[in-house]
């Protein structure tokens, strides 16, 4: 399986989607945990979301956007 891959979003950004093994999805139904990352604008947050194997298999950038948008910022531990 893909573990990562590049692609624009709506404003031309372009953003990394990588994998989190070990994080709790649904990796029976191809859905799994995924941290975004603007290659573009270091002010950005890492985002942390879903990505679907298809979409990084096919590298659908349109269903990457989409679970982007689904995305949130996300938080520092400790």
Same mark, same amino acid.
């Given at each position: ?9 709506? &404003?031309? %950004?372009?953003?990394e989607? @990588?994998v989190?093994? =070990?994080?709790?999805?649904l990796?029976?139904?191809? #859905?799994? =945990? *995924?941290?975004?990352?603007? /290659?573009?604008? *270091?002010?950005? *947050?890492? %985002?942390?979301g879903? #990505? @679907?194997?298809?979409?990084? *298999?096919?590298?659908?950038? &349109?269903?990457?956007?989409?679970? /982007?948008?689904? &995305?949130e910022? =996300?938080?520092? #531990? =400790?």
């Amino acid at each position: 399986m893909k573990e990562n891959a590049t692609f624009p979003d709506d &404003s031309g %950004r372009r953003w990394e989607v @990588q994998v989190l093994w =070990g994080h709790p999805a649904l990796p029976e139904r191809g #859905i799994y =945990g *995924a941290r975004y990352t603007c /290659l573009d604008d *270091a002010e950005e *947050a890492v %985002r942390v979301g879903y #990505i @679907q194997e298809w979409a990084l *298999a096919g590298e659908d950038e &349109s269903l990457m956007r989409e679970m /982007l948008a689904e &995305s949130e910022p =996300g938080t520092a #531990i =400790g």
